[in-house]
């Protein structure tokens, strides 16, 4: 097994923050020079997802930083305003959309929300990797979206670690990022081979195991929960299928750790983003975002500020909130820096180009940072 796999604590060299108009930083001071003659509430819609606290509190901290900033648009000064939409259904979407008449969305957005928004000409950044058909127009992504983080593992297994014999098991989760995984290995002209679990029972996954025990990969990628990828790898160890085993981020947790036992260590998964210790600023993020919600931020919570901000920088060069005017700059925008998570820029489906993986592995009764896993850069459009 290439050492690339096992190794950890990866340096992170950190993006600096440049003094481009788009910049900020949590501790900056804003222009409020002169006193507003005149405020334009201006309503940015989140949309509520489950167990998403944090991910709203970014969102609401950004929105306040650019709120004491006192920015103007049009030469009017404007203040941002955070509405919720709870829960998924389309309608509580449409009526806050119609009602609100919002500028911007961000949040939870499933496929079905998008689909609602595109409608609507809203842009939007999501939250979640799941595909949202997103047309590149529209909805955006701040981290790597399901097709792209399965392109990016495929890529780091077949090329940068050489593996030529890959098996790919689906438990009917994450199938969009398991087919790209599958399809970049086999471009790279390594093999991939998928596998189906159906159930989590004794017998199939017994059946499972015997068939991964004949074909006798390099490594094993499995997208199922973290109670049954315990389950596999308890049973791939049992039976001396001694194979490293990579994850999807559902199993990225001390549920795993605990229900795999004896058997977790060395077990590796795959989460979108980076962690937040090696984000630029996080020591600055992490004491404003205490300052305002007494708690502290997660990485999902810096994925909200950093699509808020885009949005507003967004707004901010096109002098205008109005979506069908400001859409055009979000779709070219080049943040170089500024942001926590690095660079940014679009690619014309509405995915991050610089979107990068974080592999971690189980060490010592803990998850720990193994390597990252990082998509090209396309900085080739330069920001007025």
Not at 164 to 169: F, G, L, N, S
Not at 184 to 200: C, E, F, N, S, W
Not at 208 to 230: E, H, M, R, W
Request: charged share 15%; net charge neutral; aromatic share 6%.
């Amino acid at each position: 097994m290439n050492k690339k796999l096992w190794s950890v604590g990866v340096a992170c060299v950190l993006a600096a923050c440049g003094n481009q108009a788009q910049n900020h930083a949590v501790n900056n001071n804003g222009d409020s020079s002169s006193a507003p003659t005149a405020e334009a509430t201006v309503n940015i819609l989140y949309l509520q997802g489950d167990k998403d606290e944090t991910a709203r509190q970014g969102v609401d901290l950004a929105l306040a930083e650019v709120n004491e900033k006192a920015w103007k648009i049009q030469g009017q000064t404007v203040r941002f305003v955070l509405r919720n939409v709870e829960g998924h259904k389309e309608a509580a979407l449409l009526s806050a959309i119609k009602s609100r008449q919002p500028a911007a969305a961000l949040g939870d957005i499933d496929p079905a929300q998008a689909a609602v928004l595109q409608q609507q000409n809203l842009p939007a950044v999501s939250l979640r990797a799941e595909p949202t058909e997103a047309d590149g127009k529209t909805v955006f992504h701040i981290n790597a979206t399901a097709r792209q983080q399965g392109s990016l593992i495929g890529q780091y297994l077949a090329v940068q670690q050489g593996l030529d014999k890959i098996a790919v098991v689906s438990h009917g989760q994450q199938t969009e990022l398991t087919q790209a995984l599958q399809d970049r290995v086999q471009t790279a002209g390594a093999r991939a081979d998928m596998y189906i679990l159906g159930k989590t029972n004794q017998a199939d996954v017994r059946q499972l195991v015997l068939q991964l025990k004949t074909a006798q990969p390099n490594l094993i990628f499995y997208s199922g929960d973290a109670k049954s990828a315990a389950m596999l790898v308890r049973k791939l160890q049992q039976n001396k299928v001694l194979v490293p085993v990579m994850m999807t981020q559902e199993a990225l947790g001390k549920s795993f750790i605990q229900q795999a036992a004896s058997y977790a260590p060395g077990s590796m998964a795959v989460m979108a983003g980076m962690p937040l210790a090696q984000l630029a600023g996080a020591d600055r993020f992490g004491a404003a975002f205490a300052q305002r919600f007494h708690t502290e931020p997660d990485e999902a919570a810096a994925a909200a500020y950093d699509g808020t901000w885009a949005l507003l920088t967004a707004m901010k060069l096109a002098d205008s909130t109005a979506p069908q005017t400001y859409a055009s700059k979000l779709k070219t925008l080049n943040m170089s820096g500024g942001l926590l998570s690095g660079a940014l820029t679009f690619d014309n489906q509405g995915q991050r180009n610089e979107a990068v993986l974080t592999v971690y592995q189980v060490e010592e009764g803990g998850w720990v940072v193994a390597d990252s896993i990082r998509a090209n850069p396309n900085q080739a459009q330069t920001t007025p």
